[in-house]
């Protein structure tokens, strides 16, 4: 049964951002300040925090049904657990539609290769932001947003 509603319907939020850790990644620094920094850029995010294990941000991504996913990881293994993140993501069902990013330290070995970069796209990232190109993400989110409300 739904509540009784004692006012106007609350204005539509519009859509949600999911931002999430990787499986292995327990740092949280990076998932305030892309957090804040997304939050200043006009999006709704639900942050789901370091550790997050490929299932439950499937799981997260079916309920929320987001515009832009977005995956940090700054221990250097963001390109293997973005990989396998990414390719479950794309696999699952009701998950279809949603943008996912990666950005981060995403390689032990400092700047990751342009082979690499090329395979977390292959994989299913429409954008990969390495060595934390927060400028290159901000313009992105500018380019984002405005197809949102086009």
């Known amino acids: 049964m739904r509540p009784i509603s004692h006012g106007p319907a609350p204005e539509d939020p519009g859509p949600v951002t999911v931002l999430s850790g990787t499986s292995s990644d327990s740092h949280t620094w990076n998932l305030v300040f892309l957090q804040l920094l997304l939050e200043e850029a006009g999006h709704r995010v ?87 190109d927060t400028d290159a993400f901000r313009v992105y989110l500018g380019g984002f947003v405005l197809e949102a409300a086009s």
């Open 46 to 132: 639900v942050n789901l925090g370091p550790c997050v294990p490929d299932d439950l941000l499937i799981d997260r991504v079916r309920e929320h049904r987001p515009r832009l996913l977005v995956v940090s990881s700054v221990n250097g293994h963001g390109y293997e657990d973005g990989l396998r993140a990414v390719t479950a993501l794309r696999a699952a069902p009701g998950t279809d539609g949603v943008t996912a990013v990666i950005g981060g330290k995403l390689g032990v070995d400092g700047v990751l290769d342009r082979d690499r970069v090329d395979a977390l796209a292959t994989a299913g990232f429409d954008a990969v932001f390495a060595d934390g």
